[in-house]
């Protein structure tokens, strides 16, 4: 069976700290034929239900828990039987969110989340978020960094819960040190990989934001 790697675009509004925002966020589909796992299941699950498609879902996994990140995950987890996978540390921000229900299990940096063919390494990597986690598959080549690291430097850290210095703690320590031909699958927007980022570091610690 051939891995892939779907990526659903999906629309809706990210609301913390009393303002909201319109976005489009990045929902990534991994596996083969038969066996998928979905990365942030974003605003739509009636959409990401259909992406799927009659593929068995065994996992939901959360990089953080921005509601425009898991907003959508109960509905999802409730169609289709998967579980949902969450730092512990990003628990009062899902709360936010989902007061009534928990996730599934509880991700710990350095686990292998192992579905359909894939072998995902889970990172802790806060910054953005406590809890934020990027997933590392160095077989097929790919980081999922949710919104840790995008095209042009760190995720936005002006909001409760994160932290300029420890975003980039993270990328520099978990993120930059992976082969710079390694594709980087964002939360939000287009593609990029670590080697085209990697130079930048000093100049986003300039910025400080």
């Given at each position: 069976m051939t891995v892939r790697i779907e990526r659903l675009v999906t629309s809706g509004q990210f609301t913390l700290d009393g303002g909201t925002w319109?976005?489009?966020?990045?929902?990534?589909?991994?596996?083969?034929?038969?066996e998928v796992i979905v990365i942030?299941?974003?605003?739509?699950?009636?959409?990401?239900?259909?992406?799927v498609d009659d593929r068995r879902l065994t996992a939901i996994?959360?990089?953080?828990a921005h509601n425009d990140h898991v907003n959508a995950a109960p509905e999802l987890a409730d169609r289709t039987g998967a579980t949902i996978w969450l730092h512990p540390d990003d628990l009062s921000l899902w709360k936010?969110?989902?007061?009534?229900r928990d996730p599934d299990r509880h991700l710990v940096d350095g686990q292998v989340i192992e579905a359909a063919g894939t072998d995902l390494t889970v990172l802790h990597t806060p910054g953005h978020a406590p809890g934020a986690?990027?997933?590392y598959d160095p077989a097929l080549g790919v980081v999922f960094t949710?919104?840790?690291?995008?095209?042009?430097?760190p995720g936005a850290t002006g909001r409760s819960y994160s932290h300029f210095p420890t975003i980039i703690d993270s990328i520099r320590d978990r993120l930059l040190t992976l082969p710079p031909e390694t594709k980087v699958l964002t939360g939000h927007g287009e593609a990029t990989t670590i080697g085209a980022e990697a130079p930048h570091l000093e100049e986003w610690i300039a910025r400080g934001h």
């Open positions: 319109d976005v489009e966020n990045n929902v990534w589909i991994v596996g083969d034929e038969r942030d299941a974003a605003h739509d699950a009636e959409a990401i239900a259909r992406a996994v959360c990089t953080h936010m969110t989902h007061p009534d986690v990027c997933l949710g919104d840790t690291l995008f095209q042009g430097g």
